[in-house]
T-cell receptor, first 113, second 110 residues
Framework: DAGVIQSPRHEVTEMGQEVTLRCKPI?????LFWYRQTMMRGLELLIY????????DSGMPEDRFSAKMPNASFSTLKIQPSEPRDSAVYFC???????????FGQGTRLTVV | SQQGEEDPQALSIQEGENATMNCSYK?????LQWYRQNSGRGLVHLIL?????REKHSGRLRVTLDTSKKSSSLLITASRAADTASYFC??????????FGKGTMLLVSP
């Protein structure tokens, strides 16, 4: 398996634009997580899915953020409209069970100008 | 909120020395895990220790867990320049998610 695949690796967008981040988890993993990493706040859990169903989205900062998992092999994190404070590295991770070894993608570095 | 807190925030040592990082947490856990992150990359799982275990080894890594003190330590023996990275502890609570600390930045100089 190629591991967790995220795209794009880098995204630069203007404030107010819509941004969509994509993730392909490892096949067979039932859990998918979206994290955001910044220097100030560290690694924050935004939302996680179990068997494609969103379980806990309490970490999603605002209504501008939304995530979907239409099938077991694909998830998106959307920010609309984007703001400069959304600039961060966004990681997707997957695991067999929720609290066991998590496999991370390479991340998407988002810059909103 | 952050469950695990690593200490120190930064550590600088010479190759061949041992590096010790600590993690404290606040609530009961099922397991505790350590991850490494190289600059600009995703996190990589290093080792998992369950709440009923006290010590675990993996190669040059040694992890201890003291549930009475709600703390864990990661020891890297005979460090190498390639060990330069940030190290995170993550606590598993319940059966759902991991909560990460802010990490310890380790610099190993040749």
């Amino acid at each position: 398996d190629a591991g967790v695949i995220q795209s794009p690796r880098h995204e630069v967008t203007e404030m107010g634009q819509e941004v969509t981040l994509r993730c392909k988890p490892i096949s067979g993993h039932d859990y998918l997580f979206w994290y955001r990493q910044t220097m100030m706040r560290g690694l924050e859990l935004l939302i996680y899915f179990n068997n494609n169903v969103p379980i806990d989205d309490s970490g999603m900062p605002e209504d501008r953020f939304s995530a979907k998992m239409p099938n077991a092999s694909f998830s998106t994190l959307k920010i609309q409209p984007s703001e400069p404070r959304d600039s961060a590295v966004y990681f997707c991770a997957s695991s067999l069970m929720g609290n066991t070894e998590a496999f991370f993608g390479q991340g998407t570095r988002l810059t909103v100008v | 909120s952050q469950q695990g807190e690593e200490d120190p925030q930064a550590l600088s040592i010479q190759e061949g020395e041992n590096a010790t990082m600590n993690c404290s947490y606040k609530t009961s856990i099922n397991n505790l895990q350590w991850y490494r992150q190289n600059s600009g990359r995703g996190l990589v799982h290093l080792i998992l220790i369950r709440s009923n275990e006290r010590e675990k080894h993996s190669g040059r890594l040694r992890v201890t867990l003291d549930t009475s003190k709600k703390s864990s330590s990661l020891l890297i023996t005979a460090s190498r320049a390639a060990d330069t990275a940030s190290y995170f502890c993550a606590t598993g609570r319940g059966y759902s998610t991991l909560t990460f600390g802010k990490g310890t930045m380790l610099l190993v100089s040749p």
